[in-house]
């Protein structure tokens, strides 16, 4: 349906919906739809693909369990353009593995959105991402985040806790508590402005903003940053051998 639009009133759909299943999908090209995939309660692998579409390409809530096992969904080598939503999402206690993905677009999103989930990360190519960021993780999650490309972010390549909460018409949650090991990534061409009441307006946007959260930021490389390199707002953290430059902003920039 290339009519439709995102949102709850746009009439999307996805093209995929599989609900409390255990899924193996391999070598698809998912275009000409509002919305790519929905994994609802399930797990499994989806692969070697294509995703071309407007809005969420791969949605993931939840996961399944066989017994008291929590089986993990497997997101590998696919190419995932957006027009406006977000690349991948993990919601509500899904747990995702996501290695060797290209994402890029999302003029309304970002290139990950993680809320109240489990998230490894590896060797994913994100951006360009004209919205947001390339992660955005936020609730009570736990990620991790390594070898990964992050260029050409609106907002923050990394960002760890949600900070807007303040903000005038904002619905997101407060503050709760996220745990991310990030290492071994290549963050480059981070020249957003953002804006909070948290921080008195607009600021050049951080490679790596982390509020109210725990993380490990570790051998990082960050090039052609204009705000802070790593700020950290009520949080703590563990920060070695990483190089990075910026034009604007501090190294680290701790309250």
Known sequence: NTQAQCGNQGGGRVLIYAESSYVSMDNLDIKDNAYGAFFKGSSGSLGNSTINVLCNAID?????????????????????????????????????????????????????????????????????????????????????????????????????????????????????????????????????????QMYGGDFPCPAIHVFRSSASILDNTITDNAGDIIRAKGSLINVQRNTADSELGFAGNVS
Request: hydrophobic share 25%.
């Open 60 to 196: 993931t809530n939840s996961y399944k369990t066989t017994g008291n096992f929590a089986h993990t969904l497997y997101l590998d080598n696919n190419v995932i353009t957006t027009g406006e939503g977000a690349g991948i999402t993990a919601y509500d206690g899904a747990i995702v593995t996501a290695t060797d993905n290209t994402i890029s677009g999302a003029s309304s999103g970002s290139g990950f959105g993680i809320r109240d989930s489990t998230l490894n990360a590896h060797r994913n190519t994100v951006g360009p991402i004209t919205g947001y960021n390339g992660f955005w993780v936020y609730g009570q999650s736990e990620v991790a985040i390594e070898n990964n490309t992050v260029q050409d972010t609106a907002k923050e390549p990394i960002q760890i806790g949600e900070y807007h909460y303040r903000d005038s018409g904002s619905n997101y949650p407060g503050p709760s508590p996220n745990r991310a090991y990030i290492a071994n990534n290549i963050i480059s061409n981070n020249s957003g402005t953002c804006n909070s």
